[in-house]
């Protein structure tokens, strides 16, 4: 199946970089939120990364200032903004970004059903919940597919494609297509608490979450140390903050309720994630942003 239109349900901190990756390959692509001020931040983080882009070219020599301000103008314009799902009818993939909770997973599944044609796929960028879960709010489970990107998307390579129960095998390998196609590299597995990347990521720092919470140590002072030892481009607090501590709060307990003791939950993390400060998003986490 070809994409001709994309679309991404969702504007807040993956979304945005995510339908910059898609326009960055030439596909239009729908960013949809529940209001303006969300969509124009995703469309902000889109022009961001974009003009980041064209600049470092610019740098190399490889783009002339005219040729990278064409660039931005033309992958910018083939983002469109919306509240409402007025342009769904025709698009033939769709990602969604929402909160990590399955009643808002399930409410925007069933919208996306109704509103887009039935040869669509329904993507989720979630990083742990069941697929099969999120297709059962769906009268086409066999199209429901995970699609998880990691954070920077813009950067990042990898684009976990994962099977749920009723995924069928043309979904999965329109997944695999359309993730080529925005310049990712796909690795498919059947669903499973984790996936993969988040089971080996949450290993190594439950290790580094549960040494900070025994010892007392700055998290700051830490992350220096392993990205000084490692050459790691930043340690596991900075990057849990960029992440959204929410979100690592949610996949931790996941991984613990799995797989055990070990695995491990960040006291400090659940303590700001309680008080509102979730990272970046919200300009407070472990660091001020």
Same mark, same amino acid.
């Given at each position: 199946?070809?994409?001709?239109?994309?679309?991404?349900?969702?504007?807040?901190?993956?979304?945005?970089?995510?339908?910059?990756?898609?326009?960055?390959?030439?596909?239009?692509?729908?960013?949809?939120?529940?209001?303006? +001020?969300?969509?124009?931040?995703?469309?902000?983080?889109?022009?961001?990364?974009?003009?980041?882009?064209?600049?470092?070219?610019?740098?190399?020599?490889?783009? &002339? &200032?005219?040729?990278?301000?064409?660039?931005?103008?033309?992958?910018?314009?083939?983002?469109? @903004?919306?509240?409402?799902?007025?342009?769904?009818?025709?698009?033939?993939?769709?990602?969604? !970004?929402?909160?990590?909770?399955? #009643?808002? +997973?399930?409410?925007?599944?069933?919208?996306?059903? !109704?509103?887009?044609?039935?040869?669509?796929?329904?993507?989720?960028?979630?990083?742990?919940? &069941?697929?099969?879960?999120?297709?059962?709010?769906?009268?086409?489970?066999?199209?429901?597919?995970?699609?998880?990107?990691?954070?920077?998307?813009?950067?990042?390579?990898?684009? #976990?494609?994962?099977?749920?129960? #009723?995924?069928?095998?043309?979904?999965?390998?329109?997944?695999?297509?359309?993730?080529?196609?925005?310049?990712? =590299?796909?690795?498919?597995?059947?669903?499973?608490?984790?996936?993969?990347?988040?089971?080996?990521?949450?290993? %190594?720092?439950?290790?580094?979450?549960? *040494?900070?919470?025994? =010892? @007392?140590?700055?998290?700051?002072?830490?992350? !220096? *140390?392993? %990205? #000084?030892?490692?050459?790691?481009?930043?340690?596991?607090?900075?990057?849990?903050?960029?992440?959204?501590?929410? =979100?690592?709060?949610?996949? !931790?307990?996941?991984? *613990?309720?799995?797989?055990?003791?070990?695995?491990?939950?960040?006291?400090?993390?659940?303590?700001?994630?309680?008080?509102?400060?979730?990272?970046?998003?919200?300009?407070?986490?472990? *660091?001020?942003?």
């Amino acid at each position: 199946m070809f994409v001709f239109k994309a679309a991404v349900v969702g504007a807040g901190v993956m979304g945005g970089e995510i339908a910059q990756v898609i326009a960055a390959a030439d596909i239009p692509v729908l960013l949809k939120d529940v209001d303006q +001020k969300f969509v124009d931040a995703g469309l902000a983080k889109a022009r961001q990364v974009t003009e980041s882009q064209t600049r470092k070219l610019v740098e190399r020599g490889k783009l &002339s &200032s005219d040729e990278a301000q064409a660039q931005v103008e033309r992958t910018l314009s083939l983002v469109t @903004g919306t509240t409402g799902y007025d342009g769904f009818g025709d698009v033939d993939f769709v990602i969604e !970004a929402v909160p990590e909770k399955m #009643e808002i +997973k399930h409410a925007v599944f069933s919208e996306l059903d !109704a509103a887009t044609p039935g040869h669509a796929v329904l993507a989720s960028n979630t990083s742990g919940l &069941s697929i099969s879960e999120i297709g059962d709010a769906t009268n086409r489970p066999d199209k429901v597919v995970g699609f998880h990107f990691f954070w920077p998307a813009s950067a990042m390579r990898l684009i #976990e494609v994962i099977e749920g129960e #009723e995924t069928s095998q043309d979904t999965l390998q329109a997944a695999s297509n359309f993730a080529q196609a925005i310049r990712k =590299t796909p690795i498919r597995a059947i669903e499973c608490p984790g996936f993969v990347v988040n089971r080996i990521l949450t290993s %190594t720092a439950s290790e580094i979450w549960r *040494y900070q919470d025994e =010892t @007392g140590i700055d998290p700051e002072a830490l992350d !220096a *140390y392993i %990205t #000084e030892a490692s050459n790691m481009p930043m340690g596991p607090f900075r990057v849990a903050d960029m992440s959204g501590l929410d =979100t690592v709060v949610k996949v !931790a307990r996941d991984m *613990y309720d799995a797989y055990g003791d070990r695995f491990y939950v960040h006291k400090g993390m659940q303590e700001l994630v309680e008080a509102g400060d979730l990272g970046a998003k919200t300009g407070k986490g472990f *660091y001020e942003h």
